[in-house]
């Protein structure tokens, strides 16, 4: 029996579309199923060599702050912990009106 155009079916049955578990939600947005971060960071990110997370080991470094490394978790629970996307792993879904993040890095903003 072939499939109505969207009327797709998700792991549990339901239309795909109207499925409100955070894995079916993130398959539809084009987000990742597991995203990495660390046990005190603000937001997720696609992978553990992003530039911004490496930033932020290096600033806490710079405070005298301990670093953790970055793990693998399902988006479902970043999320649940309040996580946002990191700017520069999701740049497609930076607000227009978001400021840029300034860092002092080599006496440079």
Excluded at 29 to 42: D, E, F, H, M, Q
Excluded at 43 to 59: I, K, N, S
Excluded at 66 to 86: D, F, I, R, Y
Aim: proline share 8%; hydrophobic share 35%.
């Amino acid at each position: 029996m072939a499939q109505v155009p969207g009327n797709e079916r998700c792991k549990h049955g339901e239309i795909a579309a109207w499925c409100g578990e955070s894995e079916c939600m993130a398959a539809r947005k084009g987000l990742p199923a597991r995203v990495w971060r660390t046990p005190y960071g603000s937001a997720y990110h696609r992978t553990p060599t992003c530039q911004a997370l490496h930033e932020g080991h290096r600033m806490a470094e710079r405070y005298g702050r301990e670093t953790h490394p970055a793990e693998s978790v399902p988006l479902s629970e970043a999320m649940s912990a309040l996580l946002g996307e990191c700017f520069h792993c999701f740049p497609e879904n930076v607000p227009a009106d978001a400021k840029p993040c300034q860092v002092l890095s080599g006496g440079v903003w």
